[in-house]
């Protein structure tokens, strides 16, 4: 009789096993199941729509967000890069991408929500925030309120991505002096880093302070023996362009210049810069360089010119 019993227990025992393995199994298969469909919803949006399609897009989205389960959080970041894409896009209704970029960071907060402790949450909902202040003029306050915490900063205080997300929207605030202050920790952090030498430099030129933003190139040059890229210098040269500054963006564009090889925009960006700066003489120099290296531009640098002389018969004023 104890044989048999103990054999009885050792069949339910094997049962029990069995069934526990079988549930785990299908709940290793659902979960799997699950994600596979969210991430299929979310290449669905990304990928299917010749055109941009925001209702049904923003719906794909919802749904992988809602039936994924780890994979929500990066569902939101996709939801938000989408829409971050379609700012300024002309063939979109703007207002409908206000409505999905705000959308987009409540449920960026859910993942600040869900894991307050994980640093990447609220780094990634500021660096959203403060770019979409282009089309929401308070997000970037969003981001000073999600990311401007001593208990947020203590999570990684010595990660140079937390004072730029700071110092940008600080800077697109209005609060210069704090942007700066925090852009030169930021690189402090990481002074090998030429990315934030770069973000220093422009945050210069937002301050209008032009001869720290060369002094800045020249401290990339001495201590870390390289120099802006092309891209670079374009970020820095516009910047100074859009505020005005035609004197520092000639000097950007003239440095890039000297360190990549010649191409006819960059004359012709140079060229544009000085004629708004006043100096027709240079402005035409620079458009003659410019047609040089691309004679097919001919039609432009007529263009030109004949705005040039146009603006060389205004009175001065």
């Known amino acids: 009789d104890e044989i048999v019993a103990f054999g009885h227990r050792q069949s339910q025992t094997v049962v029990a096993t069995v069934l526990v393995a079988i549930a785990a199994a299908y709940s290793i298969y659902a979960f799997n199941v699950r994600l596979l469909q969210a991430n299929h919803k979310v290449y669905l949006a990304l990928l299917t729509f010749p055109k941009p399609d925001i209702a049904a897009q923003r719906q794909l ?60 949450n609220h780094l990634y909902f500021a660096s959203v925030a403060n770019r979409a202040g282009v089309l929401l003029p308070d997000t970037p306050r969003q981001a000073m309120a999600v990311l401007d915490r001593p208990e947020v900063i203590a999570l990684s205080p010595t990660r140079p991505q937390i004072y730029t997300e700071l110092a940008q929207a600080s800077l697109l605030t209005g609060d210069i002096k704090r942007g700066l202050e925090l852009y030169q920790k930021s690189l402090a952090l990481a002074p090998h880093v030429l ?28 201590e870390l023996k390289q120099t802006f890229s092309a891209d670079h210098y374009l970020r820095v040269a516009r910047t100074a362009d859009r505020s005005e ?9 003239l440095e ?62």
């Not at 220093?200 to 990339?220: E, F, I, K, N």
């Open 61 to 120: 989205f919802t749904a992988a967000i809602e039936e994924a389960v780890t994979g929500r959080f990066e569902a939101r970041q996709q939801l938000a890069t989408f829409a971050l894409g379609l700012v300024r896009n002309q063939s979109v209704d703007q207002d409908e991408v206000r409505k999905l970029v705000e959308f987009a960071l409540a449920e960026l907060r859910e993942n600040v929500d869900e894991e307050p402790l994980n640093i990447r």
């Open 195 to 222: 990315e934030l030498h770069v973000d220093l430099t422009v945050a210069y030129v937002v301050a209008r302070q032009g001869d720290a933003a060369v002094a800045q190139l020249g401290t990339v040059r001495r």
């Open 245 to 253: 500054q035609y004197g520092v963006a000639v000097r950007f564009f």
């Open 256 to 317: 890039l210049l000297r360190d990549w090889p010649p191409k006819a925009d960059y004359y012709a960006q140079l060229a544009v810069a000085y004629a708004k700066g006043g100096d027709l003489a240079k402005a035409q120099a620079a458009a003659e360089q410019a047609l040089t290296l691309d004679p097919n531009i001919r039609a432009d640098y007529d263009a030109f010119l004949k705005l040039l002389e146009e603006r060389s018969k205004q009175p001065r004023g």
